[in-house]
């Protein structure tokens, strides 16, 4: 694949599904500093990536693979470094949008945030529609393993959420 | 709620952008990498040149001060003297090409870029160029008579620098596409 053919790829990728990309970086990031830093560190994996895709899953698959898989080492090799850092002085890349967000959806983000690195792809997938199927197939576990967890996972938020409507939150 | 709901309210953030591009932090990101690799380059270029201005000057002056009829010996002098040389005038190209880049951010990134890609093409020069100054040194110490094991030695410290050579080669790729990346971030930010 020559270089131009790469770009024109990822600039296409980039700015369809880049959403999916923020969804992924909210979801397993705390502050801005490392925000900033995963949403880079993804964008160069799927940067990467582009030659190596051969259109046997679709392009959000690929995409959802691909950043889940760097987010999750992100966090278990890098984020450390991050949790001493003060956000005072430091310019962003990326900056959160100023339209109003849904309160019951920062409640979501922050319910994802507790969760384990894999329960936290999982649920992604499972908010995005995914089938057990391709989560099993992204995540690289079994589809009964992938059951079992959604439905825990799945009762976990529902129960979570029950207490959220009873504080009025 | 039930599970359904929690999957409307995920949906619903599908129409507006949980965040936006941030296009002056992303400037100041470039021009820290330009400027870091503007050191890297002007330290590597001073250093060949200096080096192989060393170098093929000591080789000479043992040659001239021995009235050494080694060939090889020569031959491997001219050929570090006109190393260091072929790389002064690359330095100065390229200090020349400098102002050929506008102002604004995507020019600043272009200009990062070609700094990259210079230091990537000249990295793969030295690398290479370290294969005939082993090869004219190892002939030298052979037509020299000097015993296999000091040729043994000069071997082993030319393939230690090659593969050193091939490690800071894939140090200045990878930077060249971290710029390339940040770039195509840049173009989609627009």
């Not at chain 1, 319910?111 to 995914?130: Q, V």
């Not at chain 2, 190892?138 to 620098?161: D, R, Y």
Request: glycine share 6%.
């Amino acid at each position: 694949m020559i270089e131009k053919e790469q770009q024109q790829i990822f600039e296409d990728w980039l700015s369809q599904h880049k959403g999916l990309i923020f969804k992924i970086v909210r979801a397993y990031t705390f502050t801005v500093v490392e925000q900033d830093d995963l949403f880079q560190e993804i964008i160069i994996q799927v940067w990467h990536s582009v030659p190596k895709f051969r259109g046997e899953a679709s392009v959000i698959t690929w995409l959802y693979r691909i950043s889940l898989n760097t987010a999750i080492k992100w966090t278990k090799k890098e984020r450390k470094h991050y949790q001493s850092e003060t956000l005072e002085g430091v310019q962003h890349i990326l900056q959160e949008s100023r339209m109003q967000t849904d309160e019951r959806l920062i409640w979501l983000y922050e319910e994802i945030y507790k969760l384990d690195e894999i329960d936290r792809s999982l649920t992604l997938l499972l908010l995005d529609g995914f089938s057990y199927k391709e989560m099993a197939s992204i995540i690289g576990i079994t589809e009964s393993n992938v059951g079992v967890k959604i439905n825990r996972i799945k009762k976990q938020l529902i129960s979570k959420s029950k207490k959220h409507d009873h504080y009025g939150i | 709620m039930e599970f359904e709901e929690l999957r409307k309210i995920w949906d619903a953030q599908n129409d507006q952008p949980l965040y936006a591009i941030n296009e002056k932090a992303m400037y100041n990101l470039i021009l820290s990498k330009k400027k870091q690799a503007h050191r890297i380059t002007n330290i590597s270029e001073l250093l060949i040149i200096i080096v192989y201005i060393i170098t093929g000057s000591f080789v000479l002056g043992m040659n001239l001060f021995d009235q050494s009829s080694n060939i090889s010996m020569y031959v491997l002098c001219a050929w570090m003297l006109g190393s260091a040389f072929f790389m002064l005038v690359n330095r100065i190209r390229r200090i020349n090409g400098d102002n050929q880049f506008d102002r604004s951010m995507s020019g600043d990134l272009d200009h990062a870029i070609s700094v990259a890609t210079y230091q990537v093409r000249i990295s793969q020069i030295m690398l290479w160029n370290i294969l005939p100054i082993g090869a004219l040194t190892i002939l030298s110490l052979w037509e020299g008579g000097k015993p296999i094991w000091i040729a043994m030695v000069v071997l082993l410290f030319f393939a230690l620098s090659y593969y050193a050579g091939g490690w800071e080669h894939n140090i200045y790729k990878r930077k060249k596409r971290e710029l390339e990346v940040l770039k195509n971030k840049l173009d989609n930010a627009g």
